[in-house]
């Protein structure tokens, strides 16, 4: 099957080149935009590439909503199957996209939109065939995890960690999608739709990395505790939790063991239990591997990832209760239900009393909405 590529950037160009020695797959036109036509297989002409009958498959690398959306729909109009890795694209378009894939017949695949070279989504998609999904976390951002595992293992600053990450092609156009958390919050989306059959496009939860800082490193090793960036996903009656927040872990812990650009996913079934896959989550060649991956299962008759009763569902984060270890300005102290203070002066360090992750991010927006400064990890169970 041939396959057209629309978008040459780092991940675009490592489907090319996987293109050219994949099993029953074959390169096709590569889209580029008007004015950026450098070698004979680029072209800036959509049109030209819908109409070419040899073009069996349509692999989108381009990132963004807009025109990522309305190519999608043109390639699924003119038959050919659509494969992507663009996650802001199938949260907010995917249920759409999966429906008029389903109409045509045709295979609507975005494995590589989460976890980069691990395959979190397709191992989701293939379990909820035999089990039942009780819940879904992980390391989802790369820039992130190699942020954090390089501020806190070598002492790299905030800065010099982002353009670290930046420059090794981890990173989004715009980094601020991956400190933010809002890249991980995503890919837990596209994980609780594939898992719960539920997609939740309200009442999410998210908080990145950005209030994290170097004396933040320091306190956390002297308590030999280090951070990780999570998402997380479960059903919550007919709806479902999403949250994405940082995470303190005992240095010991598995999440603390992935390092660089690795993602850990992780899924329980109530028949298999705990499931682990960790990897390279972002980076050319093992996102392009996702993609290629997604592209031999159409050849093997795979069609869609999103469960066909997938509906889009406000998310519920109110319920389950954790502790957070927090670091703000001591006028704050008094708007949080501290349990234990563990640094006390005009910087105090402490931990809350069980919360939900609602009530928390709502406690650090008004402690922020005042001007305060505020770092805030969920901590495991005790
Ligand atoms: N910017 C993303 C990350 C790329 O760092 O994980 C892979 O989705």
Do not use: W
Request: glycine share 10%; proline share 4%.
């Amino acid at each position: 099957m041939q396959v057209a590529v629309l978008g040459y950037g780092t991940v675009g160009g490592g489907v090319y080149a996987m293109l050219q020695s994949a099993r029953g797959l074959e390169p096709g036109p590569v889209l580029v935009r008007p004015g950026k036509v450098k070698e004979k297989f680029q072209t800036s002409d959509l049109e030209a590439i819908l109409s070419d009958d040899k073009v069996g498959a349509v692999a989108e690398v381009m990132g963004g909503i807009d025109p990522a959306f309305s190519y999608a729909k043109k390639v699924l109009e003119s038959g050919k199957h659509f494969v992507t890795s663009n996650k802001a694209l199938c949260a907010a378009h995917g249920l759409e996209l999966a429906a008029l894939a389903r109409q045509k017949g045709l295979g609507f695949l975005f494995s590589s939109a989460c976890g980069g070279g691990v395959p979190f989504l397709h191992n989701l998609s293939l379990a909820t065939r035999s089990d039942t999904i009780t819940s879904i976390s992980g390391i989802l951002n790369g820039t992130t995890n190699y942020m954090l595992d390089n501020m806190q293992r070598r002492g790299l600053d905030y800065q010099e960690a982002l353009s670290d990450a930046q420059l090794l092609g981890y990173a989004e156009a715009d980094p601020t999608a991956d400190v933010s958390g809002l890249d991980a919050l995503r890919k837990i989306m596209l994980g609780c739709a594939v898992a719960f059959g539920r997609l939740p496009t309200g009442g999410l939860l998210c908080e990145g990395i950005e209030n994290f800082t170097a004396g933040d490193v320091a306190d956390l090793r002297s308590r030999k505790l280090a951070c990780r960036l999570i998402a997380s996903g479960a059903p919550v009656g007919k709806t479902v939790s999403t949250c994405v927040e940082p995470m303190v872990f005992p240095q010991s812990a598995p999440e603390c063991s992935v390092v660089m650009n690795f993602n850990m996913t992780k899924y329980i079934g109530q028949k298999c239990g705990p499931i682990v896959l960790m990897g390279q989550g972002a980076g050319r060649f093992p996102t392009a591997s996702a993609v290629l991956r997604d592209l031999s299962s159409l050849l093997t008759g795979e069609r869609e990832m999103f469960p066909a009763d997938c509906v889009a569902v406000e998310a519920d984060n109110s319920r389950e209760k954790r502790k957070y270890y927090v670091r703000c300005h001591s006028d704050a102290a008094s708007l949080l239900p501290l349990e234990r203070l563990l640094m006390n002066g005009f910087t105090i360090r402490a931990v809350t009393e069980p919360v939900s992750p609602e009530e928390m991010h709502n406690l650090a927006k008004k402690i922020r909405n005042n001007g305060g400064s505020l770092f805030f990890a969920a901590m495991e169970d005790e």
